[in-house]
């Protein structure tokens, strides 16, 4: 299995695009989280998906925030305006169930200037 | 509001010696605690878990210890070597209809030098 695959590795763009990243979760798992690294708040849950519905997306900022799950092999998170504040690593990670099976994807450096 | 919280940023150790990474928690509603390890450019993978029914669990050179009444884990690492060098992410996760959902605390940056 190839793991949690999320696209692009980099993304480097100007405050006030929009910003889509994306997350294959690893098949069979029914489990889709959204994490953000950052330096002053390290790893911060932002939304989880189980069977593709949303169940917990308090951890998520701002409107500006959004995340879908269409289907079982793939999730995005979208920022739309991104503001500078939004630079972090962003993680996704999968799992079967329970909170010993996540399996992270090698996330995506985002930059916003 | 952090949930769970690594007061130390950072750790530096000789190698052969033992590591220890300290992680305080507020919810007494957390029955369960991981330990993640993240190398730079790479996601964070588990690398031990304690249920909160026990005090200890070992797995090789790394153990778990868990102070229910403290609400205090710590991770053990004998003997250290350079490989462990890492940033180590203390974890937690209710019961219940929130089982699936682990809280991170802000992570602990180890540095084994040989």
């Known amino acids: 299995d190839a793991g949690v695959i999320q696209s692009p590795r980099h993304e480097v763009t100007e405050m006030g695009q929009e910003v889509t990243l994306r997350c294959k979760p690893i098949?069979?798992?029914?489990?889709l989280f959204w994490y953000r690294q950052t330096m002053m708040r390290g790893l911060e849950l932002l939304i989880y998906?189980?069977?593709?519905?949303?169940?917990?997306d308090s951890g998520m900022p701002e409107d500006r925030f959004s995340a879908k799950m269409p289907n079982a092999s793939f999730s995005t998170l979208k920022i739309q305006p991104s503001e500078p504040r939004d630079s972090a690593v962003y993680f996704c990670?999968?799992?079967?169930?329970?909170?010993?099976?996540?399996?992270f994807g090698s996330g995506t450096r985002l930059t916003v200037v | 509001d952090q949930q769970v919280k690594q007061n130390s940023p950072s750790l530096s150790v000789q190698e052969g010696r033992i590591s220890i990474l300290n992680c305080d928690y507020t919810?007494?509603?957390?029955?369960?605690f991981l330990w993640y390890k993240k190398y730079p450019a790479e996601g964070p993978t588990f690398l031990i878990s304690?249920?909160?029914?026990?005090d200890k669990n070992e797995d090789g050179r790394f153990t778990v210890f868990l102070n229910k009444s403290a609400k205090h884990l710590s991770l053990h690492i004998v003997p250290s070597q350079p490989g462990d060098s890492a940033v180590y992410f203390c974890a937690a996760s209710e019961g219940g209809t929130s089982y699936d959902k682990v809280i991170f605390g802000p992570g602990t940056s180890l540095s084994v030098i040989p």
């Open positions: 919810n007494s509603m957390f029955d369960y």
């Open positions: 098949s069979g798992h029914d489990y």
């Open positions: 304690i249920s909160s029914i026990k």
């Open positions: 998906f189980n069977n593709n519905v949303p169940i917990d």
């Open positions: 990670a999968s799992s079967l169930s329970g909170p010993y099976g996540y399996t």
